[in-house]
């Protein structure tokens, strides 16, 4: 099949770009010292490309991911890289455990958490350790703490982990490592007094200059996007909406048939595959049009979009198409359609 | 079954509010006057409360919201507000008609989208008028040979469709009744052109301002949003996001576990429905995140949230949880829980 016969939008990845990312990603950090993170393409098939390159050890931020991951025989080691503090949530992630079907260690930085893995039946935990981005994780003079009280109430501390989420897009290499080795110092730290055999933290953004981690949390890499796509990684774009170019006003402008409810807008417009030159850019998106302008369109043409953020773009679709060439338009050949099916909560 | 009990995060509509909010615009535009839009809610309960109210013909923009109304016999009059020039996609609303299910109009503004609908066999149409938004719609001067180039193609041509969608988020009510009155004349021009019983358009933000249109194509009024709130309009907003707070750095910030997977964000960040005065605020979201400041906080709290912009944040659920007090937080009683069934394209 064409990707020309997909009903637009659609959802289309580069099967020689995926390939390709993850050969580079699993050269620097092979087997389980990468833990790929399944939030940002929230699809068990994708996962098993990774699991078949050696990573057999899967990194998630919902219940539903890890239950996903669970019934598709991808629980050899699932982390829950985020608090839960829902009695309801527990269960079922502790149900997980009782069933045999994953490994499961979820992120404690309260009593409250350590207290709702204990009710729900879940065995191990990470202390999860604040360093530097105002979200999650407990100030680091509180590790030591937090790791003590979880071995009283019972659970096994695997050991830390720390995300430096607002260093993972800073353009400039250089600075970007300086700020990553900041932030992992805090987490070094709090890891010489908590123990164990795990480090985990990191993202695309410090794949190359995160020296501290045991386990790198990435999981952008795979497709990439407009955001990461500016700091020069040497992994490449691989994510397209394919839309039709439905009503055209010739040398005007055209309004493609996917919009803000197929592409995540938090990090900007997306952009054009083909520009031509620079002559022809993305205007405004709405609900189910992005207006372009300047292109040599006409009605019925099969046009690329690059998202700008990927792991939003994945969850607004139910199925991703890998195709052989992604810039192809419609001429693409389809080599398999998988059911993103991790979304939801 | 209260709140609480939801897992988060959690999307709420408050029943009340969806009620005063439907009487405030069936008391204004009663029965066919209005055509209200399902791709903002793209939900068919809810949809059902406005064919209670008496407004049975719909609005639509995709072809899953076309099939999914007609299957939960709400097919009536259904009108596809958007150009489809796709055989498969046109064959999809022509099989509806086929099947006695919807009667189907579909929008076109070009010869493709005309052809579309003569092959798809979908019989009716309006003709779309570019009114001044870049997106679809015809310049209003074809719009006269389209309909005669549709009429000789066994199309019947029941009027003309413009959307001002510039003008609906103009503040000012002033100024938004005297833009919306020059882009109404232009779709008055072209009616008087084409002729038919159908001169279809405005939105929620031009209610009570369009005089021309014999429909009004209106969504959002029935939850509103935090876009549409600063119009100072006669509709309430009635949604609301339940997250919980899963991490609290005590008199800092809390991370509450819902963020811009679960809420749009292409018209900024959400607020908080209780702000305490004034003294908490949203800092950003983030995936699966909201950092909010200032608040008096405890982990395990449920805290709600009003989304910038409905529609695409309908998009990202599956359930609307109606309920008896949206602003209630975990306390709020659970009247119904609605599938969120358009969803997709």
Not at 4 to 31: F, H, K, Q
Not at 147 to 166: F, I, N, S, T
Not at 310 to 328: G, N, Q
Request: with cysteine; hydrophobic share 45%; net charge negative.
């Amino acid at each position: 099949m064409k990707a020309g016969d997909l009903t637009t939008p659609a959802l289309l990845a580069d099967a020689a770009v995926l390939e390709r990312n993850v050969a580079t990603m699993s050269a620097a950090r092979p087997g389980s010292t990468l833990r790929p993170h399944v939030k940002a393409f929230k699809c068990t098939s994708l996962a098993n490309r990774l699991a078949e390159a050696g990573h057999l050890s899967f990194c998630c931020a919902t219940v539903r991911e890890m239950e996903g991951m669970a019934a598709a025989g991808l629980g050899n080691d699932l982390l829950l890289a985020n608090e839960v503090v829902d009695a309801a949530a527990a269960v079922r992630l502790g149900a997980l455990v009782a069933a045999g079907s994953a490994r499961v260690t979820v992120a404690v930085d309260s009593s409250a958490t350590i207290a709702a893995a204990v009710a729900g039946g879940v065995p191990e935990v990470l202390v999860d350790v604040d360093v530097g981005m105002p979200r999650c994780g407990c100030e680091p003079a509180d590790a030591a703490r937090l790791a003590d009280d979880a071995q009283r109430a019972g659970l096994k501390v695997r050991g830390v982990m720390g995300y430096e989420g607002h260093v993972q897009h800073v353009v400039d290499a250089d600075e970007r490592a300086a700020l990553a080795a900041v932030a992992m110092a805090v987490l070094a730290g709090a890891h010489a007094e908590v123990g164990g055999d795990v480090v985990s933290g990191g993202g695309t953004g410090t794949w190359d200059c995160n020296e501290t981690v045991t386990e790198l949390q990435a999981g952008s890499f795979v497709l990439m996007d407009g955001d990461y796509a500016r700091l020069g990684l040497p992994f490449d774009e691989g994510l397209v909406l394919l839309t039709t170019a439905v009503s055209v006003r010739s040398g005007v402008h055209a309004a493609l048939d996917g919009g803000l409810k197929a592409m995540a807008m938090d990090s900007g417009d997306p952009r054009l595959v083909d520009d031509y030159g620079g002559a022809a850019s993305v205007l405004f998106c709405a609900d189910e049009h992005t207006t372009v302008a300047g292109g040599p369109w006409k009605v019925g043409d099969r046009v690329g979009l690059r998202p700008a953020h990927i792991d939003p773009t994945m969850a607004k679709h139910e199925v991703l198409h890998l195709v052989d060439d992604a810039t192809a338009g419609g001429d693409a050949e389809v080599v398999e359609s998988w059911s993103i099916d991790l979304r939801g909560w």
